[in-house]
């Protein structure tokens, strides 16, 4: 089985970013919800709360938006553009994409690239964290959770946060852009 990490990997972007700049077009009444998450990702890089209270503070944003599922499909319809060719020219059917982006957004995408997926659960109506952020060790135990003894034949990521997978798969590239080149740890 190959791995992909998701954002910057096979998506040119970060999709959750790219999801709340959707949503700010379509339901501008989110922005309500932009002081608290500038707070928190202030008090995040200053080290005084966790990546999880960042996130959960950001996602606030979902509480303003009447038909979340709706505007997950047609963010998808827009956006599905920004998964990266390279990847459609080596796409296998037992990939998996393993994010710490939410699992509301990754499930989307993954259904219609018919790839299976582990992403960060948060409740799409309000926001709430259901689970640890899926991020460096966390996906390791999120992987072995659900396929404890499959081995990992190549992972894809361009972020040294994935180091951790990169370690247990037989074969590691980083990703920058469209260029893939062996990882070397």
Do not use: H
Request: charged share 25%; glycine share 4%; with cysteine.
């Amino acid at each position: 089985m190959n791995v992909y990490d998701f954002d910057g990997t096979i998506y040119a972007g970060d999709c959750t970013l790219d999801f709340w700049k959707f949503c700010v077009k379509n339901n501008p009444k989110i922005l309500v919800a932009l002081p608290g998450a500038l707070i928190a990702c202030l008090q995040f890089k200053l080290g005084l709360v966790s990546r999880e209270y960042f996130k959960e503070k950001f996602y606030q944003f979902l509480k303003y938006i009447p038909n979340i599922e709706q505007e997950i499909v047609a963010f998808w319809n827009k956006n599905i553009k920004k998964i990266k060719q390279w990847y459609y020219e080596q796409q296998k059917s037992d990939d998996l994409v393993i994010s710490a982006s939410p699992e509301f957004l990754i499930a989307e995408i993954c259904g219609r690239l018919k790839i299976k997926y582990i992403a960060s659960k948060v409740e799409c109506q309000s926001g709430k964290l259901l689970g640890p952020n899926c991020r460096g060790e966390e996906k390791v135990m999120q992987f072995r959770l659900v396929y404890p003894t499959a081995k990992i034949e190549e992972l894809y990521s361009d972020s040294k946060a994935d180091e951790p997978l990169a370690e247990i798969a037989e074969k590691a590239y980083l990703v920058k852009g469209n260029l893939v080149e062996s990882w070397r740890f």
